[in-house]
Nanobody, 121 residues
Framework: QVQLVESGGGSVQPGGSLRLSCAAS????????MGWYRQAPGKQRELVAK???????NYADSGKGRFTISRDNAKNTVYLQMSSLKPEDTAVYYC???????????????WGRGTQVTASS
């Protein structure tokens, strides 16, 4: 099995900052892309940012210039530094990892349970 555990969510005032972390553990032979999605009430889950094992990044327009994704390959951990948070950033943030387990040939996506981020005055 593969487990992803997020941490770092919380409540901040607009303009504040938060740093999310997500550690993948378990039966992991290799990790390809890792990233973050978010889902606000009544809305579909949307991509926030993703990063490949080589460090290439991709951001949704909503977070460009405010969010920074990074990872520690040795720890199978991905981070999301969020600054200048806006009320519209309020959502549950989910991390994912594209993982190949030992004794398998293919990669599959695994998800964390989510962490709440709230930007409100």
């Amino acid at each position: 099995q593969v487990q992803l555990v997020e941490s770092g969510g919380g409540s901040v005032q607009p303009g504040g900052s938060l740093r999310l972390s997500c550690a993948a553990s378990g039966n992991i032979a290799s990790v390809n892309a890792m990233g973050w999605y978010r889902q606000a009430p009544g809305k579909q889950r949307e991509l926030v940012a993703k990063i490949t094992s080589g460090g290439s990044t991709n951001y949704a327009d909503s977070g460009k210039g405010r969010f920074t994704i990074s990872r520690d390959n040795a720890k199978n951990t991905v981070y999301l530094q969020m600054s200048s948070l806006k009320p519209e950033d309020t959502a549950v943030y989910y991390c994912y990892a594209n993982v190949r387990r030992y004794f398998t040939a293919s990669f599959s996506d695994y998800w964390g349970r989510g962490t709440q981020v709230t930007a409100s005055s």
